[in-house]
């Protein structure tokens, strides 16, 4: 199936009762396996990017390897930028073929967050681009990005009233999850998404889902969520598969790079296939 815009991916969501797994890959070995896997469980997916991990592996290196991963598969691959309060990157990502960008703009006042977020949302839309649009903080840093201090909140009405005047395709919203890896139980707020759902037609992120229960997880579906993201579930999988192989080369003396990739990939795949059951998502690519 052809590379895809994000919110074509969303939206189908929407109409089937199903959430797109977006996850964060790190490079192209975590992009390769990642839609290999999704594509055999036939489950759209995201491969979202950093503003770190954009910087450290090259945007025309990751683009590059979405395209051509997407390239062969089946289910619909859509490339998307995280997190992002950094205009310059946000043009980068846009001009070398990003589906979607997120704008964060949680770290400015509302009357800045509304004029900037317009911004990017009329040079994306020039290029076809999606826009995701955060402008209250979720809980947690995530790649440098965020704060563990709630600093911007705002109503429903508000965050549509933002929303609307801007011409942002997907919001998402403060909803009680935290990026990272949950420390206690979250006070999750699934029934804002339907609050905002009901007074206005626009896609719903999570953010913040690693760590929450299948049935937490469902419940956000349920009200209307068609986007989770899930990070760090994935660079645990990576940095531990690559420790427990690297622990069993020092004892054995025997070194190779192959087999420590082959390891990463394995478990990044295990990602994937794990989040797609639990989102609805996978056999959706296939029932078209």
Not at 31 to 51: H, N
Not at 208 to 235: P, R
Not at 266 to 281: L, N, Q, T
Request: charged share 25%; proline share 3%; aromatic share 6%.
């Amino acid at each position: 199936m052809p590379y895809v815009n994000t919110l074509d991916l969303v939206r189908e969501a929407e109409k089937h009762g199903y959430a797109v797994p977006a996850i964060n890959i790190v490079d192209p070995l975590t992009i390769t396996a990642i839609v290999a896997q999704a594509d055999e469980i036939g489950s759209p997916v995201i491969l979202q990017t950093s503003v770190k991990t954009v910087k450290s592996a090259g945007a025309e290196i990751l683009y590059t390897a979405a395209r051509e991963a997407a390239d062969r598969a089946r289910v619909g691959v859509a490339l998307h930028l995280d997190h992002c309060p950094d205009r310059s990157v946000i043009t980068l990502c846009i001009e070398k073929g990003w589906s979607s960008v997120l704008f964060d703009a949680s770290d400015r006042d509302l009357e800045t967050a509304r004029r900037e977020t317009a911004e990017v949302v009329e040079e994306a839309h020039a290029a076809g681009v999606t826009v995701e649009s955060e402008i209250e903080n979720i809980l947690g840093v995530e790649d440098g990005v965020g704060s563990d201090s709630a600093t911007h909140a705002y109503t429903v009405e508000q965050l549509i009233e933002v929303a609307r005047e801007t011409g942002t395709d997907m919001l998402a919203p403060a909803l009680g999850t935290a990026h990272g890896q949950y420390t206690s139980d979250p006070v999750l707020v699934p029934g804002r998404v339907k609050e905002i759902k009901d007074q206005f037609d626009i896609p719903v992120v999570l953010h913040g889902g690693t760590g929450l229960t299948d049935e937490q997880f469902h419940e956000f579906i349920d009200m209307g969520v068609s986007k989770i993201n899930i990070s760090t579930a994935l660079k645990h999988a990576y940095m531990k598969s690559a420790l427990s192989y690297l622990k069993e080369c020092e004892a054995s003396d025997k070194w190779e790079p192959v087999k420590l990739f082959a390891e990463i990939e394995a478990a990044s795949k295990s990602v994937i296939r794990e989040f797609a059951e639990i989102f609805r998502s996978a056999g959706q690519a296939g029932s078209r």
